[in-house]
């Protein structure tokens, strides 16, 4: 006799990461992205494994969709026909919301409810908001009012379950709050994103973390006050795991998410791993990492880091001033180990790519823009990405001027770095986005692009061409489409209904003739510009003495001249760190020599 048949539904788990407004409030959104969502990636690796162990029940399929804003439109109205198409209940979750995220993911969430379907949502603005201040801010209490509900912390070790089963009974609640309890991230789910979606950023990278939480105490920084200062680690079982999934797609290239990966304490047992995966069974990977100023110090880490895959690492160099790392609670940042440290990583073939900052209280438009100059002449550095200092939801700067009642732009739109946010000391408003504009033109000059050229072509084995391209590229984001080179992307998409919320729809034919004349002016900074860096790198691939080059910043690092050098001469407190490691050294040598007398006279 046969048994009845069990009725299948379905549960739709909708993923999405929203973009941010450009300036004229169309959201950014590209053909293809440039760098993965590793937030996207986690949640997948994680709503599969809810998948895998059934917590809804073995009647319920569990329908997973992630949508990358950056790279693909998201339309509620379509997503919600799919969900109604395809029946069953759903979950719609805005994942990894940073601040200048939260005003698209709330106008995202605000079609969703009017269209019946419920909104969780996720992040570090959230999570740094409800760390960092006494009260619920108001723009989160607003969402919450909204039917949204407010995910602060990390989903793994049974969170995602609780808000999934949460949807299906229908008893979400407007806050699920678990900042005092992070969990751990040892064999998690492993972080994975499907082919369709990871087709869709360029070069099919993805990405991944291995350890979260940082012990150091920036003020500008969100992570701290987000993850925690006690580390967490992957294992390197759980790394192994992620690269065999993602390597059945054809996926090998990975951005390591780690703030620092130098300071993940099994970042050797990572790298032999990697090693082993390419020597013993032909998986090579390709790695982009973080790492600090202090990296070259630890025996065989660069050398062990090139051998695992890594090509470009990205340094928190953010500042040439002593005065200002100090100021900013930076002080892991030594400018006397700068040269050393990036030379040591361009002698091993890597990239490298630094974070600046500027703004901090003693910078003046004339100490930018010389130090833009030291930069240039000084140190070996590849790519230079420009911020301006803002007090991030979740950092410390932002607490301290919210406890002061000091004004900071209400538009959470324009805290992405990249735009003026609060009034500076000694800079009007006009002065310093002038020199914040500046900055960028004055290092991504031809002369300097041919320079670092130079500085790569000088090296058997490299190609001049590829810093060039990459310099030009990021000279385009910021001249062409005024928007901050890491939010660049390939063919910018805009869409005249998904305008942001209160402003005006333009009429047809006005956004289209608009969007021509743009699109024009546009082409016009493209072809100039990489007709500009094609060039470029034609001319120095094909100098026959270009082995032969040398400059001031690949020039051995030699004691006896580093006063010579505008970094210690020139910048504020420059001098003094000097001095500073001077007599560090010279304790250190007492120390070593009075050792050494010691263990003569007891071998005597």
């Known amino acids: 006799m046969g048994g009845a048949v069990q009725k299948r539904t379905n549960f739709h788990l909708v993923l999405i990461k929203p973009t941010h407004y450009d300036d004229d409030g169309y ?16 949640l997948y690796g994680l709503g599969a494994d809810c998948r895998q162990r059934e917590i809804f029940g073995p009647d319920v399929d569990v329908l997973i969709k992630p949508y990358d804003e950056t790279n693909t439109r998201v339309q509620a109205d379509r997503i919600a026909a799919e969900v109604r198409r395809s029946g069953g209940k759903a979950l719609i979750c805005m994942v990894g919301v940073q601040s200048n995220q939260f005003p698209r993911a709330v106008d995202l969430a605000r079609q969703f409810i009017k269209l019946g379907l419920p909104v969780a949502m996720g992040g570090f603005h959230a999570a740094g908001c409800l760390s960092m201040l006494p009260v619920v801010p108001p723009e989160i209490q607003a969402a919450m009012d909204m039917g949204i509900s407010i995910f602060a912390g990390e989903a793994e070790e049974g969170r995602l379950d609780t808000i999934l089963l949460d949807a299906w009974n229908g008893t979400m609640k407007p806050l699920y709050n678990y900042m005092d309890d992070l969990p751990g991230i040892e064999n998690a789910p492993t972080p994975h994103l499907p082919p369709a979606a990871l087709a869709r950023n360029e070069g099919k990278k993805s990405s991944f973390d291995l350890g979260r939480g940082c012990p150091f105490q920036c003020s500008f920084c969100t992570i701290i006050n987000v993850q925690g200062r006690k580390s967490r680690f992957r294992t390197a079982d759980d790394l192994e795991a992620i690269v065999r999934e993602n390597y059945k797609q054809g996926i090998t290239s990975f951005f390591i998410t780690d703030d620092n990966m130098a300071r993940n304490k ?43 895959g890594v090509y470009r690492v990205f340094i928190g160099l953010e500042n040439v001033n002593p005065d200002n790392l100090l100021a900013a609670k930076k002080r892991q940042n030594k400018i006397t180990e700068y040269r050393k440290m990036l030379q040591a990583w361009h002698t091993s073939g890597a990239s490298t790519w630094a974070g600046y900052i500027l703004g901090f209280p003693g910078d003046t438009r004339e100490s930018i823009l010389r130090d833009m100059e030291i930069i240039k002449k000084e140190l070996p550095l590849d790519i230079l990405e420009l911020f301006m200092l803002t ?15 000091v004004w900071m732009d209400p538009d959470l739109n324009k805290y992405d770095l990249h735009h003026r946010v609060v009034h500076h000391p000694k800079m009007s408003d006009a002065e310093y986005e002038q020199t914040y504009r500046d900055a960028w033109r004055t290092y991504y000059t031809p002369e300097h692009i041919e320079t670092v050229a130079r500085r790569h072509g000088a090296i058997p084995g490299r190609n001049p061409a590829e810093p060039a391209q990459f310099m030009t590229m990021f000279k385009i984001m910021f001249e062409a489409e005024g928007v901050h080179p890491l939010e660049g992307g390939i063919i910018r998409m805009k869409y005249r209904r998904d305008r942001r919320y209160g402003m005006k729809i333009e009429p047809v034919g006005v956004f289209h003739y608009k969007l021509a004349l743009e699109t024009w002016k546009k082409l016009k900074i493209y072809g100039k510009l990489a007709w500009q860096g094609w060039r470029i790198g034609q001319k120095v691939m094909h100098d026959p003495k270009r082995h032969e080059y040398m400059d001031l910043a690949l020039s051995p690092v030699v004691e006896e001249d580093m006063d010579k050098l505008a970094l210690f001469k020139d910048t504020a407190g420059g001098g003094a760190a000097l001095s500073k490691r001077r007599g560090e050294d010279l304790a250190r040598a007492k120390i070593a020599a009075k050792q050494n007398q010691q263990r003569l006279e007891a071998a005597e």
Do not use: M, Y
């Open 27 to 42: 959201p950014i959104t590209w053909l293809r992205s440039h760098i993965p969502s590793n937030t996207l990636a986690a």
């Open 391 to 405: 007090p991030l939801p979740g950092s410390e700067d932002h607490q301290t001027l919210w406890k002061k009642g």
């Open 266 to 308: 099994h970042w050797e047992d990572f790298f032999d791993r990697l090693i082993e995966l390419k020597e013993n069974e032909g998986i090579s990977v390709s790695l982009i990492i973080q790492v600090d100023t202090q990296c070259h110090r630890i025996p065989n880490f660069i050398h062990k880091a090139r051998w695992a």
